[in-house]
């Protein structure tokens, strides 16, 4: 029997605002505990919020970038529920009136462009975090909580259950994450809790109509966390189905150790959040000016990137990979402003560049390497001063130094011998040394050709042009 | 005459002549203190008497004229209880706005006042610890839930004080104490610092011995918050207009609040006030508010709902009582199940009923929708109208315990009051007659941002009474 599979996903992404959403504290974090808090964040008696309107400006550009309609009259409500982490017992959330709604993301899926709706996107306040002595909630004699994260802002972005494969959801998520860095609301780092994710997983026979029962799947906490556990979800509940059992409405919780999902609560003990409208904040109008100003500052987003760097000649392989990371796509454009040859430059972004950053675990920003360097470095090459090979070796000290790649031949002294009569001179001298295997190439031994220029390459440190010295070479051997 | 005994205005006067100094000032409200207190008890916690001379400015009359604080508001440094146990050992971390306002002005504060636990009841009988008396008859209830505000104003235990009024709060007790109290316009005085009971109704507001003091500290404590999302970007109320009189004012008698249900004794007053603005040459008549009777209800849902969710932050997590629990949950239900007294455990669960899901549109909504009937009442009326009056309370000031057994009857002694909180609009509380020497008070009602007509109704009638300047017996010597 053929199940078809329905995922939704709700993405929280906690927004590089430099001040909570509700008061005036800085959003930081590694600092020591609650040394980020005010009496409004702790939720102590008497304190108040006040909205902070750069966190909206984010939520409305997150949501202009997902192709949601922007509601005018957003509202504010409060979420009744009890929880040590959560200060005044009720979180400061949206409802049915969140600022954006009915967008949507095209994805790649294996049959070809794919459209995910997204139902809405709010804007809430983070809770504190606990910490506990022994590491976990059911075995500590004592817990601690840390506020600094409370009342950071948090956007909530809920997708409709269009999603039907574990490939789909992390390519949903994927471009969900680069989208939210390249507006620079969020930094995206699943690991570290900036941007965390829950789903909701249904199964159906093929050609039924209505969806399944859905489970809620807590505690997926990294991209790989999500496949493992959306596929042991997904088998777990087609095995249900298959054996003639039904699905339970339930929260599950994902237990990575293990590698299973776990019931959490079932429907019955489900929360009754008692939502209604925050009495403490003033009815929020954003006008046609104010959602047209951040229109107006929307950047490039990657799907625009790919189909641009497309037209510029790069494989799509290629051109999807520096479109969807920042750091490179930004160095990209900028050195071809300056070397017009975008495929060299992403040849040597992507290959060379990438290798020494992971060797270094760094970010390209990181590193003294600028587009002007680079650039420079590539058109040394292409004009034939220096060898590819050459280039390769300079560059560990490009990026760790920053030094300008034609000062550094020129005090080296490695530039390219591309005189003839220089490279013939060394060739005759090679042949001389090396008459044996002279005599062997020319009984049909092809390897010796190698072994000869190699030869005069090191006879003259790698800078003699290759295609030169192959040339010359074969003409000397007759 | 006591100093104590003084309005703010007289005594600024006095010091300013240096008729008196600070000091003598300061010392006939700490006699009074020690003389009454422990019959009125008014206060939860007094400031050493040390610390309050200390505090007395040469320059500033402000620093002698010693002010009583609900406490609700927070003071940096005091304790701060709303009354409860859940609170008993809370010393406020930081100042209300209203208390940086008055500390800017080198005010003196004597210290916290009683209350119903977190401003929840009519008598200040809901105090975790004990009730406040009325300065008037020490076997009555000093109404609520400002009740020690008002009795130590009252009982010249302070020269003035800060109430907070959410369904009558500060206008009930003034009323029951014979002094002076405003619910301002909501919006006008910043709430932060206030331990909130219910934030759309919840506003804090001056009590004093007559209209001119009144109208005094209302221009302290009145203006914009950038705290207060809630607080309206206004210039502060400027004190004027008083004297100008009310000839030609029209002034509508809620017709739904002179029924049924109100005592003979404080009709007869309400109805010699009448008598008194007419001779004023103001032009009175009676009005409906046909929505009226649905006041008390729609509150008992809407205050609750809010209610129910402002408590939720006292769990015993991170400040105040707490009780044991193997777990944090068990200790968080144990702490709330012993910190709360009965009438805040009741209101949290109407609250948390009303919010449910498949009760929230039959109740909260609802609700809602009367609350927006109600105060339309109150503009259409205010279209024929410059303000309108009724009694404060519709009965006189009760026995302790009189009403404690029927929470139900509590609730309705609040008629007259709440219908104003729901509107959003301000309302003043004065002394308008005395029935057996108990006070009766006179409701005067405006549209928003009408404090001035007010004041200005309520100074020219005080201009032709005597009411104001009867002081209870201080007794007990």
Redesign the interface.
């Known amino acids: 029997m053929d199940y078809e599979v329905n995922i939704g996903i709700e993405i929280h992404a906690e927004l590089l605002t430099s001040s909570k959403v509700f008061c005036s504290c800085p959003v930081r974090f590694g600092d020591p505990p609650n040394t980020l808090t005010c009496?409004v964040c702790?939720?102590?008696?008497?304190?108040?919020?006040?909205?902070n309107k750069k966190a909206v400006d984010f939520a409305i550009l997150t949501a202009l970038a997902l192709n949601c309609q922007i509601n005018e009259h957003p509202i504010f409500h409060?979420k009744?529920y009890?929880y040590?982490d959560l200060?005044?017992?009720?979180q400061i959330s949206q409802y049915d009136t969140p600022i954006g709604i009915n967008g949507y993301l095209d994805i790649e899926s294996e049959d070809g462009e794919k459209r995910i709706r997204i139902r809405r996107v709010h804007l809430e306040e983070d809770t504190g975090k606990l910490l506990h002595s022994s590491g976990h909630i059911t075995h500590s004699e004592m817990?601690f909580?840390d506020f600094n994260r409370s009342g950071v802002p948090l956007l909530e972005i809920v997708s409709e259950p269009d999603i039907s494969t574990t490939e789909e959801a992390k390519e949903y998520l994927t471009n969900i994450r680069d989208i939210l860095i390249f507006l620079g609301v969020c930094d995206g780092k699943m690991e570290e809790g900036s941007m965390r994710c829950e789903a909701n997983i249904s199964v159906r026979k093929k050609g039924v109509q209505r969806l399944g029962t859905k489970t809620e799947l807590k505690n997926i906490n990294s991209f790989r966390a999500v496949e493992r556990a959306l596929l042991y979800e997904i088998d777990r509940q087609i095995k249900v189905l298959s054996s003639g059992g039904e699905v339970v409405q339930e929260t599950r919780h994902w237990d990575e150790k293990n590698d299973r999902t776990v019931s959490m609560r079932g429907k019955e003990e489900a929360h009754?959040y008692?939502?209604?409208p925050e009495?403490?904040?003033?009815p929020l109008e954003i006008d046609k000016s104010w959602i047209e100003r951040l229109r107006s500052l929307l950047p490039e987003l990657p799907d625009q990137k790919y189909e641009k760097y497309k037209a510029l000649g790069l494989p799509s392989y290629d051109a999807k990979l520096l479109a969807h990371d920042i750091e490179l796509s930004r160095f990209f454009e900028e050195t071809v402003k300056i070397f017009d040859n975008p495929k060299m430059v992403s040849n040597w972004l992507l290959g060379d560049i990438t290798k020494e950053l992971k060797d270094r675990n760094k970010f390209i920003s990181q590193t003294s390497l600028s587009p002007d360097i680079l650039a420079e470095m590539l058109s040394l090459i292409e004009e034939g001063k220096i060898s590819g090979r050459i280039a390769k070796d300079l560059l560990p000290e490009l990026i760790d130094k920053g030094i300008s790649p034609k000062r550094l031949i020129e005090e080296r002294n490695l530039s390219q011998i591309t005189d003839t009569e220089s490279v013939l001179e060394i060739i005759r001298q090679v042949i001389r040394d090396n008459t044996n295997v002279v005599e062997e190439y020319k009984r049909g031994k092809e390897k010796s050709f190698i072994f000869l220029v190699g030869q005069v390459m090191k006879l003259t440190k790698g800078r003699a042009n290759p295609k030169l010295v192959n040339e010359l070479l074969k003409k000397e051997l007759g | 005459m006591d100093l104590a005994d003084l309005t703010a205005h007289s005594l600024i006067e006095l010091i300013k002549k240096r008729d008196v100094s600070h000091l003598e000032v300061v010392n006939s409200f700490l006699e009074r203190i020690e003389r009454c207190e422990s019959r009125i008890k008014a206060y939860l916690s007094l400031r050493d008497r040390e610390d309050i001379i200390s505090s007395i400015r040469e320059d500033n009359p402000y620093s002698a004229l010693l002010i009583a604080i609900k406490d609700n508001?927070?003071v940096k440094g005091l304790r701060?209880t709303?009354a409860s146990k859940i609170?008993s050992n809370?010393i406020?971390?930081?100042n209300?706005t209203v208390i940086e306002k008055l500390n800017q002005r080198g005010f003196n504060i004597a210290g916290k006042t009683n209350l119903d636990e977190f401003a929840m009841g009519s008598s200040t009988e809901n105090s975790s610890f004990g009730p406040t008396k009325n300065p008037w008859d020490l076997e009555r209830v000093p109404g609520g839930s400002s009740g020690g505000s008002a009795a130590s104003v009252a009982m010249g235990e302070s020269v003035w004080a800060l109430g907070s009024d959410t369904g009558g709060s500060i206008r009930q007790p003034a009323s029951f104490c014979g002094v002076v109290g405003l619910k301002p316009t909501y919006g006008t005085v910043s709430?932060?610092?206030?331990?909130?009971f219910?934030?759309?109704l919840d506003q804090i507001g001056p009590i004093t011995k007559d209209v001119t003091d009144n109208a005094l500290l209302y221009s302290i404590i009145s203006g914009y918050d950038?705290?207060?999302?809630?607080s309206l970007k206004l210039e502060p109320y400027r004190f004027t207009e008083l004297q100008q009189d009310i000839r030609g004012v029209k002034i509508g008698v809620i017709r739904e609040l002179m029924g049924e249900g109100v005592d003979n004794a404080v009709k007869n007053c309400i109805n010699e006030a009448i008598n008194t603005f007419e001779s004023l040459g103001a032009i009175v008549d009676e009005v409906s508010l046909p929505h009226i009777d649905y006041s008390v209800p729609t509150y008992y849902i809407l205050a609750p709902?809010?209610a129910?969710?402002n408590l939720?932050?006292?769990?015993g997590?991170?400040?105040g009582f707490r009780a044991f629990g193997q777990t944090?949950?068990e200790m968080?239900s144990n702490t709330r199940g012993e910190g709360f007294g009965p009438e805040v455990k009741r209101r949290i669960m109407l609250g948390?009923y009303v919010?449910?899901?498949g009760y929230?549109e039959a109740f909260?909504l609802k609700a809602l929708k009367f609350r927006n009937l109600i105060a339309s009442d109150f503009n259409s009326a205010f279209k024929e109208f410059d303000v309108l009056i009724s009694p404060t309370s519709p009965v006189l000031p009760f026995k302790l315990g009189e009403k404690t057994e029927n929470p139900l009857e509590m609730y309705l002694s609040d008629i007259c009051t709440i219908p104003i909180n729901l509107a959003g609009i301000p309302a003043i509380s004065i002394p308008c007659g005395f029935v057996n020497n108990l006070p009766v008070g006179l409701q005067i009602i405006g549209p928003t941002f009408s404090e001035s007509m007010l004041f200005r109704v309520a100074y020219g009638f005080e201009q032709a009474t005597p009411f104001h300047k009867n002081r209870p017996n201080v007794g007990g010597r």
């Open positions: 009496p702790l939720g102590l008696p008497g304190a108040l919020p006040v909205l409060r009744n009890y040590p200060p005044k017992n009720y817990s909580v009754d008692r939502y209604f009495p403490d904040l003033v | 508001i927070l701060a709303c609170l809370f406020a971390p930081y209300a709430r932060y610092g206030l331990v909130a219910a934030s759309s950038p705290h207060d999302s809630t709902a809010e129910s969710s939720a932050r006292f769990d997590v991170r400040y944090a949950e968080m948390t919010l449910s899901a929230y909260y």
